[in-house]
């Protein structure tokens, strides 16, 4: 059952974008990421456009998480202020990535920067995540106590002026951290083809200490916000979101998504990041090991004419 | 001077090549997975003298993008990307026999009947100057290298199914009928095609025919693209809108599930 593309003027298999729209909807759920940073790099593999699957897919990534906030919503789970903060900065994020990519598109180098961002990004964050989990699997087995939670935050989160408060959260810090956090965020998003989910959530555990019950779907609500903005750019900028590859994507994403938020709750916490940090690093090193393979064909045919 | 004369012999009867396809317009559904178009011709020929024919299809221009890998410090980067023009988007020779045993270089490189010789060019990397006392000299600053940046464009065409030669592509089904088949892939650009049908005797063109036709989008794939080109930011909203709507349609049903 092939349908032919309008956009990526190719033609492809539906029921098997339907399952992987799914399966990645599946992890979107289950982590709280959007799931862009596993989805881009199968469908360029597939033979998509990469500019026509990074655009298209913001708008699968805007469905899945759709429907898992709307679950997190109503466990409460969701701070809206603060994923109203996160998406202002990661709104002129986006804005700066989609000219960032058109450039780098320009220059022939959009190959090489996505690569190295996954492998940089996803190499550090995962290998971080693992060590962090392992460690916290490894104590409770062993049944050493936790180690005391360093409460003290980092000085320079209080130092900064403009604060607010962020009640779901307990916190009450400035706004300019999680400002800039949503705009590196969002220059990720449109150069890499992902909602940042896999940078934003650890993030905001580490960096600016919010409680774990609330990061995920408060991470979420950002990447709905920054994506339909990324969505809607990529549409009117470069007439690069394919209608139909997204329909197809987002109705195994939305399915899928579901699943994963109700799955999550059987594992734990820990067990869970230390699955996601091998999938992270899976991906990330596959996307980094092009960069060192001898290619097959010494040139290679850009799309598009910039 | 003596007026030329023209009773010196009768010219032999002309030897003509006529021919027809089977679709004027592909088009392009959501079931599209390439197509095939036949073209049928006759040869008209007094004499009967032996014939070939060649038919050359050519689709819409596409400027071509290609940038060479390079290795620095362990790592393969793209060089600066260079941009070849003249390349067409579909390029298919078809022929009975090998072209070089039915025609000579020059007439063949005239027509722009085989891939060696399309002009495809990279106008941007040429500049003229003097060298070797010689004025006017057109040189690419692709040097040596420009014939394997060239070769390049066409293997990589030819490995997406663009680009064919096939010397016996064409077939006689019947004394001085023949026949060729044309297959577009699905990755074809959307565009006019003309198929230029070239009749040949002692290596010499006596006799062509132009057929022309289309690939083209149609109904619901066509609207989809015209409304993404003609209305670009109304269509991100709308597809926007149907993502959230899905996401948040799957949620309620579940939640009643």
């Known amino acids: 059952l092939d349908f032919y593309l309008p956009i990526a003027e190719i033609s492809v298999n539906a029921p098997l974008l339907v399952a992987l729209g799914a399966a990645v909807g599946f992890i979107s759920g289950m982590f709280g990421i959007g799931g862009g940073f596993l989805m881009t790099p199968i469908l360029v593999l597939m033979g998509i456009p990469p500019a026509v699957a990074v655009a298209s897919l913001a708008s699968h990534v805007a469905a899945s998480s759709t429907s898992s906030v709307i679950s997190y919503t109503r466990a409460r789970a969701v701070d809206f202020r603060m994923g109203g903060v996160l998406a202002a900065g990661g709104a002129m994020g986006s804005v700066m990535g989609v000219e960032v990519f058109r450039w780098l598109r320009l220059m022939g180098q959009a190959d090489l920067v996505v690569a190295l961002s996954y492998l ?141 938020a109700k799955a999550s709750s059987r594992f734990r916490a820990e067990e869970l990041r230390a699955i996601l940090a091998l999938i992270v690093l899976a991906v990330g090193l596959r996307m980094g090991l092009g960069l060192f393979l001898t290619p097959a064909d010494p040139f290679v045919l850009m799309t598009g004419n910039g | 001077m003596l007026p030329a004369t023209v009773d010196a012999a009768p010219p032999p009867p002309q030897a003509a090549v006529s021919a027809a396809l089977t679709t004027t317009s592909v088009r392009v559904t959501s079931g599209f997975h390439g197509a095939r178009i036949v073209l049928y011709g006759a040869i008209f020929d007094p004499a009967a003298g032996p014939s070939d024919v060649v038919v050359i299809v050519r689709g819409p221009e596409q400027p071509v993008r290609i940038a060479r890998k390079i290795r620095v410090g362990g790592v393969w980067i793209n060089s600066r990307p260079v941009v070849f023009r003249g390349a067409p988007g579909f ?167």
């Open chain 2, 91 to 257: 390029y298919r020779t078809a022929s009975t026999r090998p072209l070089d045993q039915i025609a000579g270089f020059g007439v063949l490189r005239r027509l722009g009947a085989g891939i060696d010789h399309l002009a495809i060019e990279a106008p941007d990397e040429q500049r003229v100057e003097t060298r070797y006392g010689v004025r006017d000299m057109v040189v690419s600053r692709l040097g040596a290298d420009y014939l394997e940046w060239r070769q390049a464009v066409v293997r990589l065409k030819q490995s997406a199914g663009l680009y064919d030669t096939d010397d016996q592509g064409v077939v006689f089904v019947d004394r001085g009928l023949f026949k060729s088949e044309i297959d577009l892939p699905t990755v074809a650009p959307i565009g006019r095609y003309r198929a230029q049908i070239v009749l040949f005797q002692h290596g010499q063109p006596v006799s062509q025919r132009v057929c022309d036709f289309t690939v083209e989008k149609v109904g619901a794939e066509r609207a989809l693209y015209v409304f993404a080109h003609e209305r670009p930011w109304s269509y991100g909203l709308a597809s926007v809108t149907i993502a959230l709507a899905a996401g948040w349609a799957a949620s309620a049903a579940f939640r009643r599930a």
């Open chain 1, 120 to 260: 940089i990004f996803l190499g550090i964050i995962g290998g971080l995540m693992l060590t962090e989990s392992l460690g916290s699997i490894l104590r409770a087995r062993r049944g050493d106590p936790p180690p005391p939670r360093r409460d003290r935050r980092p000085p320079w989160l209080y130092g900064l002026p403009l604060k607010l408060r962020f009640p779901r959260s307990r916190l009450y810090i400035s706004v300019i951290p999680p400002i800039l956090l949503g705009l590196f965020v969002g220059v990720l998003s449109a150069v890499m083809g992902v909602g940042g989910g896999f940078i934003l959530v650890p993030a905001m555990v580490y960096v600016l200490r919010m409680p774990a019950g609330v990061v995920v779907g408060t991470s979420l609500f950002q990447i709905i916000i920054t994506t339909t903005l990324t969505s809607v750019l990529q549409a009117g900028r470069n007439q690069t979101v394919d209608i139909v590859l997204a329909t197809l994507l987002l109705i195994g994403g939305v399915l899928g998504a579901q699943l994963g």
